[in-house]
């Protein structure tokens, strides 16, 4: 029984290529940005160009899931993490944000329900629960999946039950497949 919450944000159980490949965006991040974005979270493009984390509002479109950034600091020391530190500053041009884009409609992913998903709900749709939290030790999202907002649009769709052991509908913190229903188009 999934009766322990530990979401670790999205991961990609399925992908079109068979293995999904980041991509480094460079300068993907602001420098300054004052959120912390961790491995695991869903990122949309902002419309200067980098990338912020997807929020809890209903349908909010998705480009892909974070996997980590290196950059180098004012002093000249080179950062490599698995999660942006809220607030970091560096040298113009050597940040490069790893991206995991998702342009593929078969992309399937693991995701942890903030409460118990029952098999009615398969179909509808999900919102993220939270959307900056994770380990600052380990750089792990601990993102978790909202309650199912039935037919309404939303920023992922249920697909199945992650069969694994002690995980079964109706479990506290049931754990699920997803695909992005809202994914990012252009940015203006």
């Avoid at 992913?109 to 999900?126: D, K, M, P, T």
């Avoid at 769709?157 to 506290?172: E, F, K, R, S």
Wanted: proline share 5%.
């Amino acid at each position: 029984m999934s009766a322990v919450a530990a979401p670790l944000g999205l991961r990609v159980a399925e992908h079109i290529s068979g293995d999904p490949r980041f991509i480094s965006l460079v300068d993907g991040i602001l420098s300054g940005l004052a959120s912390n974005i961790f491995t695991g979270t869903p990122v949309k493009m902002n419309t200067d160009g980098t990338v912020i984390a997807t929020t809890t509002a209903a349908a909010d479109p998705v480009f892909g899931i974070f996997a980590g950034c290196e950059f180098t600091q004012a002093d000249g020391t080179r950062r490599v993490l698995p999660y942006w530190p809220s607030g970091q500053t560096y040298v113009a041009g050597s940040c490069l944000a790893k991206i995991v884009p998702i342009n593929d409609a078969g992309a399937v992913f693991i995701g942890q329900g903030v409460g118990s998903y029952a098999l009615i709900n398969r179909g509808e749709g999900v919102n993220l629960q939270n959307n900056t939290q994770g380990s600052v030790f380990t750089g792990l999202s601990s993102q978790a999946l909202s309650a199912p907002t039935g037919a309404t649009a939303a920023t992922f769709t249920i697909l199945d039950l992650v069969n694994q052991p002690d995980n079964a509908w109706g479990d506290a913190f049931t754990w699920v497949y997803v695909t992005i229903q809202t994914r990012q188009g252009p940015v203006a």
